[in-house]
């Protein structure tokens, strides 16, 4: 029995579905290309740039602790030079007085020979010391010359000093009402950049920013304000200062605080943000610790 053809009617065309596959997965290919090149261009969120600016101002840093363990080796040698300076005049004044005593009449010698002798053999060790004295100064003024060429050579050019670090703000910026405050925190502690007109420093120990009271003053004034936003600008070693003080301003005084890592050691410049730096009134000469404000009771 013959078998029945199919309609062209039938017949399904692949072609037009072949070919907005191939066009997707042509796109999709753009796009992983596009992505991992923009990821080649960073590493962990810094620039090329902004790392080579890292390693120098590291290598200065290194250069200049250099320089002044060679100051403080320079100012113990001129310290004992100076000292080795003064045995030297005082023992040529033994000198010229024992030599006077030798020099007396001749009665007055044989009366006291023995005297004489012991007088002698002290002038002598006291000129053998003298010399012992001078030697040493000429090697140590040998010394200290060179450890001065030392320190000049490790002086760090005017034009090669530490850059500043330019603060950008992330994502897609801020409000344009949100009012900003910045807190440096690094090693040395918490500095207040600029609140009332002047930068504050203090320790970031916990008892400290307790009861520190211009920097309880700052958080009361900032809490006064639902949308203020302190902004911590984290050094590389300031972890535990950022801690310390972050906690204080969110947990005590319900503050809004953000976290943004400082690379290298430069001088922060805010210039970014300076339509959104918000200034509270200077904190009082002398005042009791504040206390933060206390939370409203919840009604059952």
């Known amino acids: 029995m013959a078998k029945r053809r199919h309609a062209p009617k039938d017949e399904i065309l692949l072609v037009p579905f072949l070919d907005i596959l191939c066009s997707l997965i042509g796109v999709l290919i753009l796009i992983i290309v596009v992505l991992c090149v923009s990821q080649t261009q960073q590493t962990e969120g810094r620039t090329e740039e902004e790392i080579r600016m890292a390693q120098e101002a590291k290598r200065l840093r290194e250069e200049i602790v250099k320089s002044k363990a060679q100051e403080i080796v320079v100012k113990e040698k001129l310290a004992t030079l100076d000292e080795m300076q003064k045995q030297i005049e005082e023992k040529q004044q033994r000198f010229i007085k024992l030599r006077k005593l030798l020099t007396t009449s001749k009665d007055i010698q044989e009366a006291n020979q ?6 002698q053999k002290e002038l002598d060790d006291l000129i053998t010391e003298i010399a012992g004295l001078k030697l040493q100064m000429v090697e140590s003024k040998k010394e200290i010359a060179l450890l001065m060429a030392e320190i000049k050579k490790r002086q760090v050019p005017a034009d090669k000093k530490i850059p500043p670090v330019i603060v ?9 009402d949100t009012k900003a405050y910045f807190v440096e925190a690094s090693g040395a502690g ?71 890592p400082i690379p290298g050691r430069g001088t922060l410049d805010l210039a970014l943000f300076e ?23 919840k009604t059952t």
């Open 114 to 119: 023995k005297l004489s002798q012991q007088m």
């Open 168 to 176: 950008q703000p992330s994502g897609s910026g801020m409000p344009e």
């Open 190 to 260: 918490l500095k207040v950049l600029g609140a009332w007109g002047e930068d504050y420093r203090l320790s970031a120990a916990p008892e400290v920013v307790v009861a520190d009271v211009a920097f309880n003053h700052f958080l009361t004034e900032v809490a006064k304000d639902p949308k203020a936003l302190i902004l911590f600008l984290v050094r590389d070693d300031g972890q535990g200062a950022f801690n310390n003080g972050a906690g204080r301003a969110e947990a005590d005084y319900k503050i809004r605080v953000g976290k943004l």
């Open 275 to 297: 339509k959104y730096r918000g200034k509270v009134p200077q904190p009082p000469a002398a005042a009791p610790p504040v206390t933060p404000p206390a939370e409203p009771k």
